[in-house]
């Protein structure tokens, strides 16, 4: 059974940072990509930042270039997504997927098998 646990969420003001952890219960961890997506009322979940299986590969959406640093720390069956210069507009729930296949095709929610519960992040102006 796949388990995936979200923390790190919580409240910060604008200019802030975060740091966001997925950690899974996978006994093959090291096979899975990882993505890190959120969600808010009324909106599609998006893709920010994917992971390969080593880690030594990762994408992530053009508009949180150079504010989000997703990493893995395998040994710990463990993801990680920095979040720096935070907006009012990061206001979401975030959420990590895990999937086995070729990270560079994993873009859409659909294509994710397990999913965390998610957490709440909460930027104020």
Partial sequence: QVQLVESGGGLVQAGGSLRLSCAAS???FSSYTIGWFRQTP???RELLARISWSGGS????DSEKGRFTISRDNAKNTVYLQMNSLKPEDTAVYYCAAQIGDWRQLNRPAEYSYWG???QVTVSS
């Avoid at 990762?58 to 959406?61: G, L, M, R, S, V």
């Fill in 26 to 28: 996978i006994r093959t």
């Fill in 117 to 119: 519960q998610g957490t």
């Fill in 58 to 61: 990762t994408y992530y959406a």
């Fill in 42 to 44: 009324g909106k599609e």
